[in-house]
């Protein structure tokens, strides 16, 4: 198993949006509708921020999307905050009851 | 609310076997909907999946670790285990458990492939 390739560190300003993509095959991310996305702040444990590729868990805000097109999946965060700097990884369902995470990508807000 | 806590030894030798226990509390490991979960994170470095357990002991492991790995389940005890066996300072990461949910899909279940909640973590170094 590789990881999903994501880029390493993206940024952006205050208000603007920012997209973090997550590439894999057609026997993860191109093949199933189930990729989840992440949001982990230093020394805290990943919090769940999108589940079934565009579904938002209660209480995060609309500002966090998902979407997919092809084996890329991608994380796009607009109207960006200060609080939104934090490392993103994304995480596929890979067949028979297995997963795989992308590298991982740093947000910086500028 | 759903509370996941790791408990086990913080270092390990090599060549030896790295044993740990996730304690689930406010809700029950022997639900139908769900699956449990390790992943873990070597300093500085990403997530890796490491298995996924089933109360009834089905179980799934990352390719790359599953000569070394076992998870088992104590649903008496509402907790479940990792064991690593032949660790060496590669092995060395924060390691947590967590819950993995499926969607109902036409009335049949998806398969297990989001993590939620997450345990805090705890760090395992692997040294003599």
């Known amino acids: 198993q590789s990881a999903l390739t994501q880029p390493r560190s993206v940024s952006g300003s205050p208000g603007q949006s920012v997209t973090v993509s997550c590439t894999g095959t057609?026997?993860?991310?191109?093949?199933?509708?189930?990729v989840s996305w992440y949001q982990q702040r230093p020394g805290k444990a990943p919090k769940l921020i999108i589940y079934d590729v565009s579904k938002r868990p209660s209480g995060v805000p609309d500002r966090f999307s998902g979407s997919k097109s092809g084996n890329t999946a991608s994380l796009t965060i607009s109207g960006l905050q200060a609080d939104d700097e934090a490392d993103y990884y994304c995480c596929s369902y890979a067949g028979t009851y297995t997963v795989m995470f992308g590298g991982g990508t740093k947000l910086t807000v500028l | 609310q759903l509370q996941l806590q790791e408990s086990g030894p913080g270092l390990v030798k090599p060549s030896e076997t790295l044993s740990l226990t996730c304690t689930v509390s406010?809700?029950?490991?022997?639900?139908?909907?769900?699956?449990w979960g390790w992943i873990r994170q070597p300093p500085g470095k990403g997530l890796e999946w490491i298995g996924t357990i089933y109360y009834s002991g089905s179980t799934y492991y990352n390719p790359s670790l599953k000569s070394r790995v076992t998870l088992f389940v104590d649903t008496s005890k509402n907790q479940f285990s990792l064991k690593l066996s032949s660790v060496t300072a590669a092995d060395t990461a924060v390691y947590y458990c967590?819950?993995?949910?499926?969607?109902?899909?036409?009335?049949?279940?998806?398969?297990?492939?989001?993590?939620?909640?997450w345990g805090q973590g705890t760090l395992v170094t692997v040294s003599s």
């Open positions: 057609g026997g993860d991310v191109g093949g199933y509708n189930y």
């Open positions: 406010g809700g029950s490991i022997s639900s139908s909907s769900y699956y």
């Open positions: 967590a819950r993995l949910d499926r969607a109902l899909v036409w009335g049949s279940y998806a398969p297990p492939n989001w993590f939620d909640p």
